[in-house]
């Protein structure tokens, strides 16, 4: 085997690239390893280019294999790597948002880039595969603006390193609830300037943020020299793609027929609807005019870069936005917190422009989390968002309830922004999901997704700790010293400007963080700009929602179901779950609720209407915990020679001796005392090792048996 090593450190740790024939078929690949953290990367390229494709076709894979864990997941049946989890999709994500910018976007050759996970242990594998993918592709001969450099950055509340930057955390760190981490950044970038960023953060001011992103960018600069090096040493010529040429009379008939059109289309009052038209006017002149040709890719091309010049130019220039808006103006807002149904545990609606969603939530129990078995971690989730974008909320035709990479991304986004906000599982037991789902689409819906679930969620009686709002922001660039931040972007300026930066938050901070970029970076400056005009918009956002529901309501939906919660000594769980669960089922169906225990004795009680009380009743007494001197009535059931057995509870009897019935001799105990009597007892004696109670009449109430002297 042939085989080339090359290290750095990062984050205090050696990161080590490692070059052999292993996959000597793939254009380019490379296995990279962290502690105990492998990844390979591959990187091909098509042959031919692929005729009559109006876009780039590049495909990311991030691939999980169960061994790299030493695990044996899957079901009962199925022990092979299926669908993807969500975890790698959102980590495809990751690889795709970084590397595409970096892509001449007029290459029609396909590109494919597949990372598969070989093992796994503290360190992130995410991370490693964005410098792996990049490591790949720079070595290859497929042609690419690289390389780029990926780390993850935070602050965690370890009593070790509450105040310190940590560069690539240990899994432990970000996940581990009692660590509270501050934020956690993944941060990609390039010569100095960031483009990618997934980020959560528990109410984190701008400004640190900011700096955080100053402390990446060095450690990213760092692996963009070392690949640098690796380059000059092993890497490949790159491929030489041919562009073509738009034929001259197109560029004329385009210049004649639809240029002096394009300001007005763009500019005008209709919006988006006058511009659609004219590239429908364009496509069917350019037939007409050469029906000999089956390909007019290049036509469209030269449409949308006519369009995107003029809003770069404009935008600049003049402070001109399509819609007429200024630079940092907001949308008109709806904001509507109930009032579709009240079979719903929580319902939220909100408008932002054309911009439409509805959120609804769902309340549960502790059995309806979602337990997550993944490569790194299994947890249990609480809270859960999910997003659909169907095909009417953009106005077209396609297919309907497949959920695609997009959806589960912005979905995720929305999840981390609300979950910074939620109550404890002590203040809050309920398992939550809210569904957004996209009714119509101009701009950032799932930005509108977050402000329709804090709605949902208040409506539902969720005690957050304050209300969230998103809001994307954009960014006309021409330089560092020429470019114009827009706010709330909307459909054009989302589709030809250079960033989507996604930002969410309270008023106290921020919350969720998500940056695509169209160019190969933005720099951090332009960054901190954005986030601070944000903020006027996001407090705005709050306003309108608080103007709906100040506050979230005082209770639950009655068609929510309810929690109750006990504590039982440990050493009884057994005793209520029972043998084979034989007993707690029972204890299920005789009340109508569900039992969830957990190691520490915490039980939950959920049901519907009275349900949960009663399956509290049952286990309280079926554990309660007797102690000498404690009163209390039962009844007597069963008779003997020397005492009589009374029940404590369903589950429990004691025994009363002749000589403590009364504070009279008592010859014969069938004088005094009878089956099914229901009698005053006082516990005197507990004999824990034979489980036996001794107790007493006479000393509950002395005169219980007078006149039967």
Same mark, same amino acid.
């Given at each position: 085997?042939?085989?080339?090593?090359?290290?750095?450190?990062?984050?205090?740790?050696?990161?080590?690239?490692?070059?052999?024939?292993?996959?000597?078929?793939?254009?380019?690949?490379?296995? %990279? *390893?962290?502690?105990?953290?492998?990844?390979?990367?591959?990187?091909?390229?098509?042959?031919?280019?692929?005729?009559?494709?109006?876009?780039?076709?590049?495909?990311?894979?991030?691939?999980?294999?169960?061994?790299?864990?030493?695990?044996?997941?899957?079901?009962?049946?199925?022990?092979?790597?299926?669908?993807?989890?969500?975890?790698?999709?959102?980590?495809?994500?990751?690889?795709?948002?970084?590397?595409?910018?970096?892509?001449?976007?007029?290459?029609?050759?396909?590109?494919?880039?597949?990372?598969?996970?070989?093992?796994?242990?503290?360190?992130?594998?995410?991370?490693?595969?964005?410098?792996?993918?990049?490591?790949?592709?720079?070595?290859?001969?497929?042609?690419?603006?690289?390389?780029?450099?990926?780390?993850?950055?935070?602050?965690?509340?370890?009593?070790?390193?509450?105040?310190?930057?940590?560069?690539?955390?240990?899994?432990?760190?970000?996940?581990? #609830?009692?660590?509270?981490?501050?934020?956690?950044?993944?941060?990609?970038?390039?010569?100095?300037?960031?483009?990618?960023?997934?980020?959560?953060?528990?109410?984190?001011?701008?400004?640190?943020?900011?700096?955080?992103?100053?402390?990446?960018?060095?450690?990213?600069?760092?692996?963009?020299?070392?690949?640098?090096? $690796?380059?000059?040493?092993?890497?490949?010529? *790159?491929?030489?793609?041919?562009?073509?040429?738009?034929?001259?009379?197109?560029?004329?008939?385009?210049? /004649?027929?639809?240029?002096?059109?394009?300001?007005?289309?763009?500019?005008?009052?209709?919006?988006?609807?006058?511009? @659609?038209?004219?590239?429908?006017?364009?496509?069917?002149?350019?037939?007409?005019?050469?029906?000999?040709?089956?390909?007019?890719?290049? /036509? @469209?091309? %030269?449409?949308?870069?006519?369009?995107?010049?003029?809003?770069?130019?404009?935008?600049?220039?003049?402070?001109?936005?399509?819609? &007429?808006?200024?630079?940092?103006?907001?949308?008109?807002?709806?904001?509507?917190?109930?009032?579709?149904?009240?079979?719903?545990?929580?319902?939220?609606?909100?408008?932002?422009?054309?911009?439409?969603?509805?959120?609804?939530?769902?309340?549960?129990?502790? /059995?309806?989390?979602?337990?997550?078995?993944?490569?790194?971690?299994?947890?249990?989730?609480?809270?859960?968002?999910?997003?659909?974008?169907?095909?009417?909320?953009?106005?077209?035709?396609?297919?309907?309830?497949?959920?695609?990479?997009?959806?589960?991304?912005?979905?995720?986004?929305?999840? =981390?922004?609300?979950?910074?906000?939620?109550?404890?599982?002590? /203040?809050?037991?309920?398992?939550?999901?809210?569904?957004?789902?996209?009714?119509?689409?101009?701009?950032?819906?799932?930005?509108?997704?977050?402000?329709?679930?804090?709605?949902?969620?208040?409506?539902?009686?969720?005690?957050?700790?304050?209300?969230?709002?998103?809001?994307?922001?954009?960014?006309?660039?021409?330089?560092?010293? =020429?470019?114009?931040? %827009?706010?709330?972007?909307?459909?054009?300026?989302?589709?030809?400007?250079?960033?989507?930066? *996604?930002?969410?938050?309270?008023?106290?901070?921020?919350?969720?963080?998500?940056?695509?970029?169209?160019?190969?970076?933005?720099?951090?400056?332009?960054?901190?700009?954005?986030?601070?005009?944000?903020?006027?918009?996001?407090?705005?956002?709050?306003?309108?929602?608080?103007?709906?529901?100040?506050?979230?309501?005082?209770?639950?939906?009655?068609?929510?179901?309810?929690?109750?919660?006990?504590?039982?000594?440990?050493?009884?769980?057994?005793?209520?779950?029972?043998?084979?669960?034989?007993?707690?089922?029972?204890?299920?169906?005789?009340?109508?609720?569900?039992?969830?225990?957990?190691?520490?004795?915490?039980?939950?009680?959920?049901?519907?209407?009275?349900?949960?009380?009663?399956?509290?009743?049952?286990?309280?007494?079926?554990?309660?915990?007797?102690?000498?001197?404690?009163?209390?009535?039962?009844?007597?059931?069963?008779?003997?020679?020397?005492?009589?057995?009374?029940?404590?509870?369903?589950?429990?009897?004691?025994?009363?001796?002749?000589?403590?019935?009364?504070?009279?001799?008592?010859?014969?105990?069938?004088?005094?005392?009878?089956?099914?009597?229901?009698?005053?007892?006082?516990?005197?004696?507990?004999?824990? #090792?034979? &489980?036996?109670?001794?107790?007493? $009449?006479?000393?509950?109430?002395?005169?219980?048996?007078?006149?039967?002297?």
């Amino acid at each position: 085997m042939q085989k080339k090593e090359y290290s750095v450190e990062i984050g205090g740790k050696i990161l080590t690239a490692i070059f052999t024939d292993l996959a000597e078929q793939a254009h380019g690949s490379v296995i %990279l *390893k962290y502690g105990e953290t492998i990844v390979l990367a591959t990187a091909c390229m098509s042959k031919d280019k692929q005729a009559g494709l109006g876009y780039f076709n590049l495909t990311v894979d991030y691939v999980e294999k169960f061994y790299a864990a030493g695990k044996i997941l899957g079901s009962r049946f199925v022990r092979r790597e299926g669908k993807p989890s969500e975890e790698a999709v959102l980590a495809s994500r990751v690889i795709d948002r970084t590397l595409r910018p970096l892509f001449d976007q007029s290459v029609r050759h396909a590109v494919q880039v597949i990372v598969t996970v070989l093992s796994v242990d503290e360190n992130d594998p995410t991370i490693l595969a964005v410098n792996a993918a990049s490591l790949a592709l720079v070595v290859s001969n497929i042609p690419w603006n690289g390389p780029v450099g990926c780390v993850r950055i935070g602050k965690y509340a370890d009593k070790d390193n509450s105040d310190n930057l940590i560069i690539n955390p240990a899994q432990s760190l970000r996940i581990n #609830e009692d660590t509270q981490y501050k934020f956690d950044l993944t941060v990609c970038g390039k010569d100095g300037n960031i483009n990618m960023i997934e980020a959560s953060a528990r109410q984190t001011k701008e400004e640190e943020l900011e700096t955080a992103l100053e402390k990446a960018s060095a450690e990213i600069t760092k692996l963009e020299n070392f690949q640098k090096k $690796i380059i000059a040493e092993i890497g490949k010529e *790159k491929r030489v793609i041919e562009k073509e040429i738009i034929d001259p009379e197109s560029v004329a008939l385009f210049n /004649e027929n639809i240029l002096p059109k394009m300001e007005q289309a763009i500019f005008g009052e209709v919006g988006k609807k006058n511009i @659609d038209d004219l590239h429908t006017v364009w496509n069917n002149l350019v037939r007409e005019k050469f029906p000999e040709r089956v390909d007019f890719a290049l /036509e @469209d091309d %030269l449409f949308d870069n006519t369009e995107n010049d003029i809003l770069h130019k404009k935008a600049i220039e003049e402070n001109k936005r399509a819609d &007429g808006r200024a630079m940092d103006e907001l949308r008109d807002l709806y904001a509507q917190a109930g009032g579709l149904s009240s079979q719903l545990h929580g319902s939220g609606i909100f408008y932002r422009g054309g911009t439409h969603v509805l959120s609804v939530l769902t309340l549960g129990g502790p /059995e309806d989390r979602n337990l997550v078995d993944g490569l790194q971690l299994k947890v249990e989730k609480r809270f859960m968002h999910h997003y659909n974008f169907p095909p009417y909320s953009a106005g077209e035709t396609g297919r309907a309830g497949f959920t695609n990479r997009r959806e589960v991304g912005h979905g995720a986004l929305a999840e =981390k922004a609300l979950a910074m906000v939620l109550p404890t599982v002590e /203040e809050f037991p309920y398992t939550m999901r809210v569904v957004s789902e996209s009714m119509a689409s101009n701009g950032s819906t799932s930005q509108a997704s977050i402000c329709a679930s804090i709605l949902a969620l208040m409506d539902g009686g969720v005690p957050i700790k304050a209300p969230v709002a998103g809001i994307a922001m954009g960014l006309m660039y021409e330089s560092d010293a =020429k470019y114009k931040i %827009l706010t709330d972007i909307q459909g054009p300026e989302d589709h030809y400007g250079d960033m989507d930066f *996604k930002i969410a938050g309270t008023r106290n901070g921020v919350t969720a963080i998500q940056l695509d970029v169209k160019v190969d970076g933005v720099p951090i400056k332009i960054l901190g700009e954005a986030m601070r005009q944000s903020k006027n918009a996001r407090l705005a956002i709050i306003d309108r929602i608080e103007k709906e529901i100040p506050k979230p309501r005082a209770n639950i939906s009655p068609n929510a179901p309810k929690i109750l919660i006990i504590k039982i000594n440990p050493e009884k769980i057994g005793l209520v779950i029972g043998g084979g669960g034989k007993t707690i089922k029972e204890i299920k169906e005789k009340s109508g609720a569900e039992i969830t225990i957990e190691d520490d004795g915490t039980v939950y009680l959920t049901g519907v209407g009275d349900s949960a009380e009663k399956a509290k009743m049952i286990v309280e007494e079926m554990t309660h915990e007797f102690k000498v001197g404690e009163v209390l009535k039962g009844e007597v059931v069963k008779i003997a020679d020397f005492g009589a057995f009374v029940a404590l509870n369903p589950f429990t009897d004691g025994m009363v001796h002749i000589s403590e019935m009364a504070p009279f001799r008592v010859e014969r105990i069938n004088d005094i005392i009878k089956e099914g009597m229901i009698v005053p007892v006082k516990i005197i004696n507990i004999d824990h #090792e034979r &489980g036996k109670i001794g107790l007493s $009449i006479k000393e509950a109430d002395k005169d219980f048996f007078n006149g039967k002297k």
